[in-house]
């Protein structure tokens, strides 16, 4: 049974930083892309970083800059590392992956707020 499951939200002040985690069981993350994606209240979810097996990253323009995605295969977990955070950044954060045939997996999304 696959499960990702994230950790590392939290209430920080404007201009601070956080760092996420999604760890794996049931499955290798080291040949997949693997996604974290926010949803704020009244939003849709929204993309927020990407990396492939190879170590290529993207990010949407609203993070561009202040996020990182990385990961860790020997760990079987991936990473957000967000600095210079908004409150506008404030929202549940969510790790995926999707798996040919099995399809798309999830964790169970973290709350992050930005606040002072």
């Known amino acids: 049974q696959v499960q990702l499951v994230e950790s590392g939200g939290g209430l920080v002040q404007p201009g601070g930083s956080l760092r996420l985690s999604c760890a794996a069981s049931?499955?290798?993350?080291?040949?997949?892309?693997l996604r974290w994606y926010r949803q704020a209240p009244g939003n849709q979810r929204e993309l927020v970083a990407t990396?492939?097996?190879?170590?290529?990253?993207n990010y949407s323009d609203s993070v561009k800059g202040r996020f990182t995605i990385s990961r860790e295969n020997a760990k079987n977990t991936f990473y957000l590392q967000m600095s210079s955070l908004k409150p506008e950044d404030t929202a549940v954060y969510y790790c995926?992956?999707?798996?040919?045939?099995?399809?798309?997996?999830w964790g169970q999304g973290t709350q992050v707020t930005v606040s002072s």
């Open positions: 995926n992956t999707y798996l040919p045939i099995r399809g798309s997996f």
């Open positions: 049931g499955i290798s993350l080291s040949s997949f892309v």
């Open positions: 990396i492939t097996s190879g170590g290529g990253t």
